[in-house]
């Protein structure tokens, strides 16, 4: 079987968790301060607070965002439902909003009209790791006073314009098992503004303002304040570890998912757009290539034929308002969003695959597309 989506974990990553392990030190301590500092550099953002999900870390940007009771939030339903969650985590209310038929991120010209006096923030997931365009994200966020929640759990190491999506503004990511920077599980909070930064390293540590490393340091101190109620979602110096060996050669894994990639568009070049579309990048982007995600007629059948034929592909995602929990949340047309979810493959894309694998995914679909 050819898997859609396999873990890789570094033979350096196995060593630095052994270092770790023996360290004494297991939890919210040294480690987790190194990840967090580097991977801030590596994005190019000024703090960046480790957490122990993209979920949490979600969850902690909309409190931040000020998002709360009766407030409104423009999102898209095409996402893992963690985006959308979140937001009735805080008693809000997800406003979803149709998609760009070649991007599948936020048609914010769709969002215009579902602007009310409710509506506190707008949440833009990099759907399998393209970029939103951020300039019109920032643009639209601002002309209406809106909060912005990037959604980049796909997006780990990808560029709008050459700058590192993280850089500019809250910005979430996922260190999921399979996702391009693996740990397991795990995730990050970036932000600029240092006041946020003191909210959420508060916050994913039960709104207490010391860690437990922190007055372990010299002689053991007891006291510290609480200053809200917040949430146990840090990470640990075990997944800080394998974060830390696996941000080194971030770069690297990127660049072969992009040519693995590469080898999908040049050999199904034929097909397109006749028989199959790609979800294209933003122009001016370099995508993290997550996923691979062409859009076909008669999905469900190529589905069943190449699981047949030994190659694993999914579907990402069932949008969350076919979900009965969303069913009545306020919507656009989501036109664009039910066609794409109707054709929706993704091909399997990780490190384990080799240059033959793609191809035999390739001459497979070509055969039964044909």
């Not at 979140?86 to 914010?108: G, H, M, W």
């Not at 992009?258 to 990048?281: C, G, H, M, T």
């Not at 001016?284 to 034929?309: P, W, Y």
Request: charged residues 25%; contains cysteine.
């Amino acid at each position: 079987m050819i898997q859609l989506l396999k873990p890789y974990v570094s033979d350096e990553a196995i060593a630095a968790v052994e270092a770790v392990l023996r360290s004494g030190w297991i939890g919210l301590g040294p480690k987790t301060a190194e990840f967090e500092s580097r991977f801030a550099e590596f994005v190019g953002a000024r703090y960046a607070v480790g957490v122990n999900s993209a979920t949490s870390a979600l969850h902690l940007a909309a409190i931040v965002s000020g998002i709360s009771e009766g407030d409104e939030v423009l999102t898209t339903s095409l996402t893992f439902v963690s985006t959308n969650h979140v937001i009735l985590y805080q008693k809000a209310k997800p406003v979803f909003v149709d998609l760009d038929d070649r991007t599948l991120n936020i048609d914010l010209s769709k969002a215009e009209k579902m602007i009310s006096a409710r509506t506190r923030a707008v949440t833009a997931v990099h759907f399998a790791g393209n970029p939103v365009n951020l300039d019109e994200l920032y643009d639209f966020a601002a002309r209406h006073k809106l909060a912005v929640i990037e959604d980049a759990a796909h997006a780990c190491g990808a560029k709008f314009r050459g700058r590192r999506i993280g850089a500019t503004g809250l910005t979430c990511f996922s260190f999921h098992a399979v996702k391009n920077l693996p740990m397991g599980d795990g995730g990050m909070v970036t932000t600029n503004d240092k006041a946020i930064y003191e909210q959420l390293m508060s916050l994913r540590w039960m709104g207490i303002d010391q860690s437990t490393y922190d007055r372990s340091v010299g002689k053991y101190r007891w006291e510290y304040s609480v200053e809200s109620v917040g949430y146990k979602y840090h990470t640990n110096d075990i997944a800080a570890a394998i974060g830390l060996e696996h941000l080194k050669r971030l770069d690297e894994w990127n660049a072969r998912r992009q040519q693995i990639v590469d080898i999908y568009r040049s050999e199904l070049a034929n097909l397109v757009p006749r028989k199959l579309r790609f979800a294209e990048p933003t122009p001016n982007t370099q995508s993290a290539n997550h996923l691979c995600v062409i859009r076909v007629a008669n999905r469900d059948r190529i589905v069943d034929r190449l699981k047949e034929g030994g190659i694993s592909v999914g579907v990402h995602y069932r949008p969350s308002h076919h979900y009965p929990m969303y069913a009545t949340a306020r919507r656009t047309d989501l036109s664009v969003t039910e066609r794409a979810y109707s054709e929706l493959i993704s091909l399997p894309l990780h490190l384990g695959l080799t240059d033959d694998d793609v191809r035999t995914v390739c001459s497979t679909l070509r055969t039964l597309l044909l």
